[in-house]
T-cell receptor
């Protein structure tokens, strides 16, 4: 099946800093999603981004499907950005999402 | 629109018992997927239902089963619970093969 790898596994930043999270995937995908898991465990949708670039406030994401990677950018980090960020992708023709192992982001005031 | 809802939110069972978890998708969504999240294995796909039919299945033993009703609500059942079944169980819904929206999860503890 498809392999999804995320880096770095942990990231600790001062409030106000910018961060870049990376997601590599091993096979062609027809969609890719980024999620933020809150402290209560719920996965919050950030982006559905099979290719190209999208922006939502301080967050933006870019997927380069031909090179099999996606990047999530967080600018001017706030403490509420802390949590675990996952990327997930299905293999083409399959609804099943394969998740990466996540990046744990900690923003220090 | 209301989001994906899951009941119960927390559950404590003992080994050997069985458990049923429920998921109500976003109105109009016909696909429901289930995932298990544990510290050791991360997020793993259990199964997916679309229009009452199981469309995909992950690599879990037969003790894990599910079903979907005509109103798209889904249930998953775990029989003969083991300690290793302690996990956060997440349900997600989508229209067909697009963005999946997750519920708050059911945290199952097996003693």
């Amino acid at each position: 099946g498809i392999q999804v790898e995320q880096s770095p596994p942990d990231l600790i930043l001062q409030e106000g800093a910018n961060s870049t999270l990376r997601c590599n995937f091993s096979d062609s995908v027809n969609n890719l999603q980024w999620f933020h898991q809150n402290p209560w465990g719920q996965l919050i949708n950030l982006f559905y981004i099979p290719s190209g670039t999208k922006q939502n406030g301080r967050l933006s994401a870019t997927t380069v499907a031909t090179e099999r990677y996606s990047l999530l950018y967080i600018s001017s980090s706030q403490t509420t950005d802390s949590g675990v960020y996952f990327c997930a992708a299905p293999k083409k023709g399959n609804e099943k999402l394969t998740f990466g192992t996540g990046t744990r982001l900690t923003i220090i005031p | 629109k209301a989001g994906v809802t899951q009941t119960p939110r927390y559950l404590i069972k003992t080994r050997g018992q069985q458990v049923t978890l429920s998921c109500s998708p976003i109105s109009g969504h016909r696909s429901v997927s289930w995932y298990q999240q544990t510290p050791g294995q991360g997020l793993q796909f259990l199964f997916e239902y679309f229009s009452e039919t199981q469309r995909n299945k992950g690599n879990f033993p037969g003790r894990f089963s599910g079903r979907q009703f005509s109103n798209s609500r889904s249930e998953m059942n775990v029989s003969t619970l083991e300690l290793g079944d302690s996990a956060l169980y997440l349900c997600a819904s989508s229209l067909q093969t697009d963005t999946q929206y997750f519920g708050p999860g059911t945290r199952l503890t097996v003693l």
